[in-house]
């Protein structure tokens, strides 16, 4: 069984990792953010290269919807002393390569007894009009409130690591 340690559980550690899947290579880059407080967190940005295009390396934004203008190019975690509030995990999905972000959501504190795990799931598209590639929004999925973030991610399957290079 996988132990996994609280509030130290972020799916991708420092440095790069490429994932190669049916329409590429992708390429998250994970950094740790030390705020001179008691926040700090990791932030993730994905490049993407397309199997189909040769030498353009793209830069993937997080898209909720269809405005295009509010394009989120970096991913954070979140973490309380005890528990993990956020994190992200990309897999591949038959010919799709999808970005799952799980969140605790709560109304007052993140011990809330009704507190839960949110799952937004997010498609690697190229879009039409602009032939830019984005994570889109697909679906939003209740995990409950058993369930923690890291129990979440763990469903989903991970895919194997085209390569993982981490500052020395």
């Given at each position: 069984m996988?132990?996994?340690?609280?509030?130290?559980?972020?799916?991708?550690?420092?440095?790069?990792?490429?994932i190669a899947g049916p329409q590429g290579t992708l390429v998250i880059n994970s950094g740790f953010v030390n705020n001179l407080n008691v926040h700090t967190f990791?932030?993730?940005?994905?490049?993407?290269?397309?199997?189909?295009?040769?030498g353009s390396w793209h830069q993937i934004p997080?898209?909720?919807g269809d405005d295009t203008?509010?394009?989120?190019?970096?991913?954070?975690t979140a973490n309380t002393a005890d528990f993990l509030l956020r994190d992200a995990k990309v897999s591949v999905s038959g010919q799709k390569m999808l970005l799952h972000v799980a969140q605790k959501k709560y109304k007052d504190t993140p011990y809330d007894d009704d507190a839960t795990v949110e799952v937004r799931r997010y498609e690697l598209q190229q879009s039409p009009d602009e032939q830019r590639w984005i994570f889109r929004?697909?679906?939003?999925?209740?995990?409950?409130?058993?369930?923690?973030v890291e129990q979440a991610l763990h469903l989903i399957p991970t895919p194997p690591r085209a390569g993982t290079t981490r500052p020395k």
């Open positions: 996988l132990a996994l340690t609280p509030a130290q559980a972020q799916q991708y550690p420092g440095g790069s990792h490429a990791q932030v993730y940005s994905f490049l993407f290269k397309p199997k189909s295009k040769t997080v898209l909720e203008n509010n394009l989120k190019f970096v991913i954070t929004l697909t679906s939003v999925r209740d995990a409950g409130t058993k369930a923690t």
